[in-house]
């Protein structure tokens, strides 16, 4: 089996400051790949080299057998969550549509083809009943499951998730994480799942890059979530305690931080 994602001596680095350096990867198709870190330690820069958003200062990200670029069809990609102005017009089920339309292979389907599409990737996420509320008018966490239906319309080989769990409640955060492991193991796309806290996707997580201070661990879970591995990224005695299948950091550097506060809050949203 051929990897989708392949970084070599792989270097990102913003004026002196590096955020990783000489890292080689391979992401094989099926597998979910978590990548973690505290803030501004590189997760969505990450990305945005899959993208084809963000130039490597050294070395070379593939994805298949070419280099990275800007729209490649293999992707499938989740933002980090930005809300809609109260008054977007454009209907839950037309922001769904935009992803059926713009299917890889550039056919467009019929419009009935493309309707019962629209209608099959609402009820995957649980957003039929409001398929045809104007988008602004949702909260943060309605619109979220929208962008996931969004990026499953073209069945993408790799999905792209810059933390697509925040601003859900839990039971939203199981059912999307449920959702795109559905989407790494059924239909075998490569998952880079972003996030600051793995105890969501602990289930289904096979390996994890951890991203601190300018370094990385690459691993299982078991192998880069250790107090002897993290205290080495960090520079500092961190503790990771394992408990009833969950993972806790504990004494991360002050300046430090694995949750984001929230940067707005939404009409109609509790603080
Ligand atoms: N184009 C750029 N030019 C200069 N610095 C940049 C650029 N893009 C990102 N950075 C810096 O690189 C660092 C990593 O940013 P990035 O957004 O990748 O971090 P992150 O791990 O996703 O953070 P967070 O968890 O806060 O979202 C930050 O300090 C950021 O300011």
């Not at 400051?17 to 990450?46: C, H, Q, Y």
């Not at 966490?141 to 810059?162: F, K, N, S, Y």
């Not at 790494?184 to 880079?192: F, I, K, L, P």
């Not at 990224?233 to 504990?250: C, K, P, Q």
């Amino acid at each position: 089996m051929k990897p989708v994602v392949s970084l070599t001596g792989a270097s990102l680095k913003f004026g002196k400051r590096a955020l990783w350096e000489d890292l080689d990867l391979d992401i094989m198709p099926g597998e979910f790949f978590a990548v973690l870190g505290p803030n501004g330690s590189g997760k969505t820069s990450f990305l945005k080299v899959l993208l084809g958003l963000q130039d490597l200062h050294r070395g070379q990200a593939m994805l298949g057998s070419r280099p990275v670029e800007r729209g490649s069809s293999l992707i499938g990609y989740i933002p980090q969550q930005k809300s809609f102005a109260p008054d977007t017009p454009m209907r839950a089920r037309d922001l769904v549509g935009l992803g059926v339309d713009g299917h890889r292979w550039g056919l467009r389907l019929s419009p009935g083809k493309a309707n019962r599409k629209i209608d099959q990737l609402l009820e995957l996420v649980g957003a039929t009943e409001y398929a045809k509320v104007p988008v602004g008018q949702l909260s943060g966490g309605e619109q979220q499951r929208l962008r996931v239906a969004q990026a499953l319309a073209t069945d993408p080989q790799i999905l792209l998730c810059d933390e697509p769990l925040l601003s859900l409640d839990l039971h939203h955060q199981q059912a999307v994480s449920a959702l795109i492991n559905k989407q790494c193991r059924e239909q075998n796309s490569a998952v880079v799942f972003v996030t600051h806290e793995i105890n969501p996707i602990i289930d289904y997580v096979d390996r994890v890059l951890y991203l601190a201070g300018g370094r990385f661990k690459v691993g299982t879970p078991e192998e880069v979530m250790t107090t002897e591995v993290l205290s080495d990224l960090y520079g500092s005695h961190v503790e990771v305690i394992h408990a009833n299948g969950r993972i806790v950091v504990v004494g991360l550097p002050d300046a430090t931080t694995h949750h984001h506060a929230p940067t707005h809050v939404l009409a109609g949203e509790a603080a």
